[in-house]
């Protein structure tokens, strides 16, 4: 299944929410939604110190 990028932003968007981590800039990139495809890229946004050291604590745990 390929998911559109919309899809993929709202599953990352959860995936993160069950967490506990939220990045409220998180989105689709407006400029390469424009051509579509796998070329469409996902903002991430900025984040706190906090939210930073919470997903490389996330990802770390399931790097293991």
């Not at 069950?18 to 996902?42: A, C, F, H, K, M």
Request: net charge negative; with cysteine.
């Amino acid at each position: 299944m390929t998911d559109t990028a919309d899809q993929a932003v709202e599953r990352l968007r959860t995936a993160l929410r069950d967490v506990g981590i939220v990045l409220p800039s998180l989105r689709v990139d407006p400029v390469t939604e424009v051509y579509g495809g796998r070329n469409t890229l996902v903002d991430l946004g900025s984040c706190n110190l906090d939210v930073a050291a919470r997903l490389a604590a996330a990802l770390g745990e399931r790097g293991e």
